[in-house]
């Protein structure tokens, strides 16, 4: 321990926060958010709509004329790109290994909802030990453990409530850190400024060897909150964050972090905890408080992005259903997942307790967000060369560059693996194994379903009553097909004593997008002639959409529906009317819910034809049962019934 040691440290604090923050996310990543979302997934959903590299199995052609989905299709100059993407979409291995790698990223965004709220609060209540040294680590572990219970706690009372106390709070922190830093530096040891020379850098290793490697993994935990600046995205707005880093975070953290090196330069002995030490005595108190205050809001922001996270993931597939709370009725982004709240609450609490010290959980936190960086900077890569166009030797050059930087700080972390390091990975194995073994289970159904689907031409045969009594109202069927009958249908037909005079054969499904406008929500066709009275509608969400179900979803889908209908009625019949009867061959309309809006046709020849339906007053449920082809058509909600299998 000697001055060129604290130097050596300091400069690579300096530069990793450069490089790393600032060139890497500021510049580049930041750029790569799919339609102002961040994060792992929206980054997996820009590749599969350009790529096709999705497994979700019920994608259709029509998805790609939503207005979020921006796909732009290749001139014949770019035969390169062409090719790329042709290797990518012919390798079946490929979407299966990118959707592990995005797993993984996943995986450790959620697990740091365990490890950032330990470790914050353990920081922050260690500056008690140093204004009371007789306070012992057993005291801090059970305050730090009560105040985690009390974290986790509130989440179901949600954060719109004291969200205005979330900016004065990080913003006084931030302040106080930095006049603490400036305070230090002139009082200890001003020549410390000379540490941001990269000299420095070599010669710490020059002189510490593998010790320096090995102090790469304490190191890395000074850009752990980089990849949460890519993943609140969706909350800000690109260029808010890029100022908030680059005139308030940045600075301060340097500032911070250049004090901390002066007063150990001078303090060699006084390590532990060095950043308490070095506040000064008259401002010890109110930094502690706002220190632990702040501390607290870091944890509710990591539990909100991992509620959201899981969110995303329920939302495509990849995870069981929970039940999500929404806690603010006009702040989208607020919710709340009791069961996976109350699991991450007892492994935070396991962590707590069983680590008992910040310095194996900083080992097992830097595990875990330099592997999500290390995930962001792969797929960050692949959207160079196939979103934006770019030759491969420039992502080359990204994936190298910034890839190799964090590979040495990965393998410096795991040196550490038996100290801590396990416990991201052990969460995100737990996590991943969950989410895999649930897609499969979905792909399987799917298939199963799609392989055992009922015969249109037989069930059309059968005559516009389908050789079963067909009372008044509406029958909603749930299907996971986006075409064909689902084998379930079959088994209604030879159970059930009668059905409905108008069928629905309801699907509600997942788009690689972040958002889908209500206009495009709904998306209708016919099954066969009119006069069997059979529909299929596909409701679709993006992955950070609300899924509402409440009396204004089912509104919109009876409007639909019913718009649809009328729509209908109100088209000349021809032949092809009696001839649609196999899927691929029938009309489909994409329904806006709102008369004299533009709809599209898909005919028999797949071609894209725009339709305009004149104007027409305001449509209600009661006023469509004069339509000519829809008397049968009950429609007061009351008189509807919805006939859904259960879902496994």
Not at 36 to 57: I, Q, T
Not at 621 to 644: G, M, N, R, T, W
Request: some cysteine.
């Amino acid at each position: 321990r000697n001055e060129d040691t604290v130097f050596g440290i300091l400069s690579f604090i300096f530069w990793t926060l450069t490089l790393i923050p600032i060139l890497k996310y500021m510049l580049i990543v930041m750029n790569a958010g799919d339609n102002g979302e961040g994060g792992v997934f929206a980054l997996y959903s820009l590749l599969c709509r350009h790529a096709k590299l999705s497994l979700l199995p019920n994608q259709q052609v029509i998805d790609e004329e939503l207005s979020a989905y921006r796909f732009e299709e290749l001139d014949q100059a770019c035969q390169d790109l062409t090719l790329k993407r042709s290797f990518c979409e012919g390798h079946k291995i490929v979407p299966k290994v990118l959707l592990i790698v995005v797993l993984l990223g996943t995986s450790m965004v959620i697990g740091n909802g365990v490890l950032i709220p330990s470790i914050k609060v353990l920081s922050s209540l260690s500056g008690l030990q140093v204004a009371f040294p007789e306070f012992r680590d057993g005291c801090v572990t059970i305050a730090a453990c009560i105040i985690l219970i009390g974290l986790f706690s509130l989440q179901r009372f949600g954060t719109h409530t004291i969200s205005f106390l979330f900016a004065p709070v990080i913003s006084t922190w931030l302040l106080c850190i930095g006049l603490i830093g400036i305070y230090n530096i002139f009082y200890w040891n001003p020549t410390v400024l000379k540490a941001f020379s990269p000299y420095y850098l070599f010669k710490h290793f020059q002189h510490t060897g593998i010790e320096g490697w090995i102090s790469l993994g304490g190191i890395v935990l000074c850009i752990t909150g980089a990849e949460s600046m890519f993943l609140n995205l969706g909350h800000f707005t690109q260029t808010s964050i890029q100022i908030a880093f680059a005139a308030a975070v940045y600075p301060s953290l340097i500032l911070a972090f250049t004090g901390q090196a002066a007063f150990l330069s001078k303090h060699m002995d006084d390590f532990e905890p060095s950043f308490f030490k070095c506040v000064p005595e008259a401002a010890f108190w109110p930094v502690l408080i706002v220190g632990t205050l702040a501390s607290i809001v870091g944890s509710q922001a990591v539990l909100s992005a991992a509620f959201s996270l899981i969110k995303q993931c329920y939302s495509v597939g990849f995870f069981p259903r929970v039940k999500i709370v929404h806690t603010s009725d006009h702040l989208s982004g607020q919710i709340y997942i009791p069961d996976i709240n109350w699991i991450l609450m007892i492994l935070c609490i396991f962590v707590t307790v069983g680590l008992n010290d910040t310095t194996s959980i900083g080992n097992a936190y830097g595990v875990a967000a330099i592997i999500s960086m290390l995930v962001t900077t792969l797929l960050v890569s692949l959207v160079i060369v196939i979103v934006w166009k770019k030759s491969t030797i420039l992502a080359a050059c990204f994936l190298l560059a910034f890839g190799s930087i964090e590979g040495v700080y990965l393998s410096a972390s795991l040196y550490k693996f038996l100290e801590g390091g396990w416990m991201p990975l052990a969460v995100a194995l737990i996590f991943m194994v969950i989410m895999y073994v649930w897609h499969y289970g979905n792909l399987m159904k799917y298939q199963f379903d799609l392989d055992n689907r009922v015969s249109i031409n037989w069930m059309l045969g059968l005559g516009p009553s389908l050789g079963i009594a067909r009372v008044p109202g509406i029958g909603l069927i749930y299907t996971e097909l986006v075409t064909g009958i689902p084998p379930i249908f079959s088994h209604f037909m030879t159970n059930l004593p009668a059905l409905h005079q108008v069928l629905v054969f309801l699907m509600v499904k997942s788009v690689p997008v972040p958002y889908i406008s209500p206009a495009e929500r709904f998306l209708i066709r016919r099954i066969g002639p009119k006069m069997h009275c059979m529909y299929r509608c596909i409701v679709r969400y993006g992955y950070k959409d609300i899924r509402q179900d409440n009396n204004k979803f089912e509104d919109q889908l009876f409007l639909n529906i019913a718009e649809f209908m009328q729509n209908e009625a109100n088209q000349p019949c021809n032949s092809s009317d009696l001839e649609g009867a196999v899927d691929g061959q029938i009309i489909v309309l994409a329904g806006t819910g709102m008369a004299g809006r533009s709809v599209a046709l898909h005919g028999d020849c797949n071609r894209l034809h725009s339709l305009s339906i004149p104007s027409s007053k305001p449509l209600t449920l009661e006023s469509l049962e004069s339509a000519p082809e829809i008397d049968c058509f009950q429609a007061k909600k009351k008189k509807s019934e919805v006939s859904a299998p259960t879902k496994s």
